[in-house]
């Protein structure tokens, strides 16, 4: 049964999910303005670095645990190495590509997220949003082959933080039955950290251009900062959304984050989308409503079918 103040919930959820969309963006500007001075794997580290300063007298004035159970912590080392792989594919894709284009390759995720449930987890999926899912990815093309005819390479590094946070999602669900939202974040930051400095100082050792240790100097700290505050902030407001609206309420919402990119994308860098990516979003967006719509009938159905005989 519903409480009295369900409606004031989902409404907080709301407003929670859309401050997400509002606040997600700005990780990507500041990490466009920190990687145009700072090597990405530094930025990367520094996400994860002032993630944990954050989060830990929160976790302290919580009085929340500090240990993780062996397979908590198994589940957030996974959390932790997919995180620092999306971040590093998406810091260097912006790098050189406009926001926008990016963010709209990258939001293919609800798709790879449909199709690992299906294909890996053997989750039911009809084939209405298996036709969805591949519509997505077709979409996902239009942005693609003029960023790749640009920028080369690097436009295909947005489907890679589509494949890897599509895995911290599912990760992230099967987590959160183990350990509270604000440790998760605490410990996913402190572990990213660790798994981050091998390959940064071999990088550095060997001279790579971009993944290796650099102190920013002036200006660049604070775009560095940025990331870290930007993505602590917008994350946890993700995650307290869906503690108090269902994610079939939050998932169309999740859509606005592409005009608010756009948007930002184009006041600090003037950069704004062209014909194509535009198809290629309507493409994705479209496809992305039509299987949370499906999703929606599936449950209605389940929850209204009667019990199987015993």
């Not at 239009?142 to 589509?162: R, Y």
């Not at 930051?189 to 071999?202: G, H, V």
């Not at 790579?208 to 900062?225: K, Q």
Request: hydrophobic share 55%; charged share 10%.
């Amino acid at each position: 049964m519903s409480t009295p103040h369900a409606p004031d919930r989902i409404f907080l959820g709301i407003a929670l999910m859309l401050g997400f969309c509002i606040i997600a963006p700005l990780i990507d500007v500041a990490s466009k303005l920190a990687a145009q001075g700072v090597p990405v794997g530094t930025v990367t580290l520094g996400r994860f670095v002032v993630q944990g300063a954050l989060m830990a007298p929160i976790v302290a004035l919580m009085g929340l645990g500090w240990r993780l159970s062996r397979r908590a912590l198994g589940l957030t080392v996974a959390r932790a190495a997919v995180s620092i792989l999306a971040t590093y594919c998406f810091v260097a894709a912006v790098r050189v590509m406009p926001i926008a284009d990016a963010l709209a390759i990258a939001f293919v995720e609800p798709f790879v997220v449909l199709l690992i449930g299906h294909f890996v987890l053997r989750e039911e999926v009809g084939p209405r949003r298996l036709g969805a899912a591949t519509v997505g990815f077709i979409g996902a093309l239009f942005v693609i082959q003029p960023s790749f005819s640009e920028f080369g390479a690097v436009a295909l590094f947005p489907l890679g933080t589509a494949v890897c946070f599509a895995l911290y999602i599912l990760i992230t669900r099967a987590l959160s039955r183990l350990t509270h939202p604000v440790a998760m974040q605490f410990h996913t930051a402190w572990i990213a950290m660790l798994l981050c400095l091998p390959p940064l100082l071999i990088g550095t050792a060997v001279g790579h251009e971009n993944i290796r240790l650099a102190a920013p100097e002036g200006i660049f700290w604070l775009w560095c900062a940025g990331v870290g505050l930007a993505a602590t902030i917008s994350h946890m407001s993700m995650t307290y959304a869906l503690k108090f609206a269902p994610s079939s309420t939050l998932a169309p919402i999740h859509y606005f984050e592409m005009l608010t990119a756009t948007l930002f994308g184009y006041l600090v860098f003037g950069d704004f989308p062209n014909w194509l990516t535009w198809i290629g979003v309507a493409i994705i967006t479209g496809s992305g409503l039509y299987i949370i719509h499906r999703e929606r009938v599936t449950a209605r159905a389940l929850a209204t079918a009667p019990p199987e005989p015993r």
